[in-house]
């Protein structure tokens, strides 16, 4: 359900090493990433800096600061069947993005609606973004450690900002968990989305899920429920604002 304000959030994100590879890639073997960001591991970042089961981050746009570098290194990753293996990961080099992101409702939270104060939410995020996030931020996957400091969206020179324009081809979007379902398709399953991304003058603007071009079903899955009763939930208590 949309809010009744826009309660856009704008930060920047940056850090040595990123690693937004391709989930086909996860299962083992040598990482590749992409060249930009994904949505969900923009929306990864921002529910590290704050999140609620009440909303859902939107990513709206991200802009790419720093060129596009890649390096690759050495690495020992452990096997599943046990002991170490040999492989070379192909990481992202000096990352920094600007990131415009904003939150709505959680439809399939109606028994949250109590917790549905966008002034609260907003003002939260937008001091944790001042804080630098209330988890550890990290660029894709946990050796790529990352940091947040609030910004103007578009200030500032970017090194695409006279590219008119730049496809990325088909690129994994995000994965849409039964608790942010959008459709009966997606309800009760775990999807997988996919896109086609353009950066015009340094800027993706990104898709909402439920416009992504590729959707693929990937498994059943049960919805996690949040409440005071389950005592994984304290919604209003936790900053004192109901004694």
Partial sequence: MKTEHPNIVEFEVYGDYALFSDPLMRLGGEKCSYQVPTYEALKGI???????PTFIWRILDVRVMNPIQTEVKG??????SGGNDLAYY????????QVRACFDWNDN????????NENKHHCIARRMIEKGGRRDIFLG???C???V???VFGNGAGAYDDLPELGFGLMYHGITYPDEAYSEETRGRMTARFWYPVMKNGVIHFLPPEDCPGQKPLREMPMKSFSADEGNFIGLREFGEVE
Wanted: positive net charge.
């Fill in 46 to 52: 921002l529910s590290s800096v704050y999140w609620k």
């Fill in 75 to 80: 690495i020992r990753p452990i096997k599943y």
């Fill in 90 to 97: 192909t990481y992202l080099k000096s990352c920094r993005y």
């Fill in 109 to 116: 939270r109606p028994e949250l609606c109590g917790d549905r």
């Fill in 141 to 143: 996957t946990r050796e």
């Fill in 145 to 147: 450690q990352g940091y």
């Fill in 149 to 151: 400091e609030p910004c």
